[in-house]
T-cell receptor, first 116, second 116 residues
Framework: AQSVSQHNHHVILSEAASLELGCNYS??????LFWYVQYPGQHLQLLLK??????LVKGIKGFEAEFIKSKFSFNLRKPSVQWSDTAEYFC??????????????FGKGTRLHILP | GAVVSQHPSRVICKSGTSVKIECRSL??????MFWYRQFPKQSLMLMAT?????????EQGVEKDKFLINHASLTLSTLTVTSAHPEDSSFYIC????????????FGPGTRLTVL
């Protein structure tokens, strides 16, 4: 069965610090990978996604993620965080070419708090 | 971009009553909709997958007779919490997929249910 692990549950950084949030998944086949963000009081939004091709994916607001197949990882990075990046971040994985009964699996989330 | 709405955004009801939550895809046809429950400081818990025109697929541990799901059209799915109890109080979120191959879920803003 697929699973997603986010190792950092709560991260606190100062503005301008660099960010890396870990995400590992378990599934032997080809996968689609996602990072979603939930800002305080708002609904989940897609930050970036990987389906195929270049394993370095660039998303909105300066975020990027790198798919390393050998490590089953899809870590989220940002070189310089801002106070407005304070939010909860969810990694998610699904099988490529899902059939009717497949679903997207979410990690438990990482709460990021940026100090001004 | 793809927009998913939920109605109502908040509902307070008495124990024993039923509550219906609507999820609509506003600018695309959703072949599949998902219903999640989000507990405080925890990840999304998938409750069921709803495919238009067919019965919903419920996750293990989710009572299908208590959480009735109807996906009557390509733009509307409803979740009815029947005979609600205080332990059903939670944040319910729906999402919709246009194309299962691309797998991008678009999330609704959520519905906060409080059962007194």
């Amino acid at each position: 069965a697929q699973s997603v692990s986010q190792h950092n549950h709560h991260v606190i950084l100062s503005e301008a610090a660099s960010l890396e949030l870990g995400c590992n998944y378990s599934y032997g086949g080809t996968v689609n990978l996602f990072w979603y963000v939930q800002y305080p009081g708002q609904h989940l939004q897609l930050l970036l996604k990987y389906f195929s091709g270049d394993p370095l994916v660039k998303g909105i607001k300066g975020f990027e993620a790198e798919f390393i197949k050998s490590k089953f990882s899809f870590n989220l990075r940002k070189p310089s965080v801002q106070w407005s990046d304070t939010a909860e971040y969810f990694c998610a994985v699904s099988k490529s070419f899902m059939n009717r009964d497949d679903k997207i699996i979410f990690g438990k989330g990482t709460r990021l708090h940026i100090l001004p | 971009g793809a927009v998913v709405s939920q109605h109502p955004s908040r509902v307070i009801c008495k124990s024993g009553t039923s509550v219906k939550i609507e999820c609509r895809s506003l600018d695309f046809q959703a072949t599949t909709m998902f219903w999640y429950r989000q507990f405080p400081k925890q990840s999304l818990m998938l409750m069921a997958t709803s495919n238009e025109g067919s019965k919903a697929t419920y996750e293990q541990g989710v009572e299908k007779d208590k959480f009735l799901i109807n996906h009557a059209s390509l733009t509307l799915s409803t979740l009815t919490v029947t005979s609600a109890h205080p332990e059903d109080s939670s944040f319910y979120i729906c999402s919709a997929i246009h194309d299962r191959l691309t797998d991008t879920q678009y999330f609704g803003p959520g519905t906060r249910l409080t059962v007194l």
